[in-house]
């Protein structure tokens, strides 16, 4: 196999699956207990969940650090890097890249920025498109071209247990946290394509409820019958993700899955028991 015509570096907002081409190096997000601080890759998902058991102060997370991303330009060994964030409507570490490119200097690799618009799993199918692209050495603009195929066509939708962790991190008002934890109403969130920020698409009485609405709300969007590949994502329970493709698979025929658990930083916000899925139709855009 030739060398990769250029580099691909990512975030933190990544959740990798072991059969896509997601092992890039990454600027890590950091989970922060008050004024302890861990990078995500120093805290495992099962010691955030007993800290989040146990532990008084909740956590918050914070983005990439431009010397963070510019040690993963920098990790990426290639003259040209293609650094793909995490939505600017969602994070801040978009702009840290920005200022990580300006820091990269007359002798560093030129560096081409791309805002995923999304994050997690669907981020790891833009990453595989442009990992894919830098091996059969294409250009990084067919890699982005290929990026936004892929973005247009994957959903990223997800559900919680429970809304106290979104509450705690400001992510949803006191209000709406409240009154969905009266009616027991389990959310189910996607990514809005458009403004690349959370939109609540459904809810559903019970947490075995929401699976079955997301799942399908995937159906609905795809079509009975349609041929699917499925990012599964889960929290401390990996049946749940079983459950959701189990599911799927009733309506659909399934041409790629895997399910990877939630990372740390991300765990943050949606606590402990929660289910997310990328899905898109068929083959990838450059296999037809």
């Given at each position: 196999?030739?060398?990769?015509?250029?580099?691909?570096?990512?975030?933190?907002?990544?959740?990798?699956?072991?059969?896509?081409?997601?092992?890039?190096?990454?600027?890590?997000?950091?989970?922060?207990?008050?004024?302890?601080?861990?990078?995500?890759?120093?805290?495992?998902?099962?010691?955030?969940?007993?800290?989040?058991?146990?532990?008084?102060?909740?956590?918050?997370?914070?983005?990439?650090?431009?010397?963070?991303?510019?040690?993963?330009?920098?990790a990426?060994?290639?003259?040209?890097?293609?650094?793909?964030?995490?939505?600017?409507?969602l994070?801040?570490?978009?702009?840290?890249?920005?200022?990580?490119?300006?820091?990269?200097?007359?002798?560093?690799?030129?560096?081409?920025l791309?805002?995923?618009?999304t994050?997690?799993?669907?981020?790891?199918?833009?990453?595989?498109?442009?990992?894919?692209?830098?091996?059969?050495?294409?250009?990084?603009?067919?890699?982005?071209?290929?990026?936004?195929a892929?973005?247009?066509e994957?959903?990223?939708?997800?559900?919680?247990?429970?809304?106290?962790?979104?509450?705690r991190?400001?992510?949803?008002?006191?209000?709406?946290?409240?009154?969905?934890?009266?009616?027991?109403?389990?959310?189910?969130?996607?990514?809005?394509?458009?403004?690349?920020?959370?939109?609540?698409?459904?809810?559903?009485?019970?947490?075995?409820?929401?699976?079955?609405?997301?799942?399908?709300?995937v159906?609905?969007?795809?079509?009975?019958?349609?041929?699917?590949?499925?990012?599964?994502?889960?929290?401390?329970?990996?049946?749940?993700?079983?459950?959701?493709?189990?599911?799927?698979?009733?309506?659909?025929?399934i041409?790629?899955?895997?399910?990877?658990?939630?990372?740390?930083?991300?765990s943050?916000?949606?606590?402990?028991?929660?289910?997310?899925?990328?899905?898109?139709?068929?083959?990838?855009?450059?296999?037809?």
């Amino acid at each position: 196999m030739t060398a990769p015509s250029f580099g691909v570096v990512t975030d933190g907002g990544l959740d990798a699956y072991a059969t896509l081409h997601n092992a890039v190096p990454v600027a890590p997000f950091a989970v922060n207990f008050g004024s302890t601080s861990y990078r995500m890759t120093e805290i495992s998902r099962e010691d955030l969940y007993r800290q989040l058991a146990s532990n008084p102060t909740h956590p918050t997370s914070a983005q990439p650090t431009p010397q963070d991303w510019l040690s993963a330009m920098q990790a990426a060994g290639t003259p040209e890097v293609l650094a793909v964030t995490t939505s600017a409507g969602l994070s801040g570490s978009h702009n840290s890249a920005d200022q990580a490119r300006q820091l990269t200097g007359p002798g560093g690799p030129r560096v081409i920025l791309h805002d995923s618009g999304t994050l997690s799993a669907a981020q790891a199918f833009q990453i595989h498109a442009a990992v894919t692209a830098a091996r059969q050495g294409r250009s990084t603009e067919q890699a982005r071209e290929w990026m936004r195929a892929v973005h247009e066509e994957t959903e990223l939708y997800f559900t919680i247990e429970t809304l106290e962790y979104l509450r705690r991190g400001g992510r949803i008002g006191r209000v709406q946290a409240t009154l969905g934890g009266l009616l027991n109403l389990k959310p189910v969130i996607t990514v809005d394509k458009a403004a690349g920020t959370y939109v609540n698409v459904g809810r559903a009485r019970s947490y075995r409820g929401a699976i079955q609405a997301l799942t399908e709300q995937v159906t609905r969007r795809f079509r009975e019958g349609t041929p699917l590949r499925v990012g599964l994502l889960y929290g401390n329970h990996p049946e749940d993700a079983d459950a959701a493709l189990e599911q799927l698979a009733g309506r659909h025929p399934i041409v790629w899955s895997d399910r990877t658990g939630v990372n740390p930083v991300l765990s943050v916000h949606v606590g402990p028991r929660a289910l997310g899925l990328a899905a898109a139709p068929g083959a990838w855009p450059w296999e037809r």
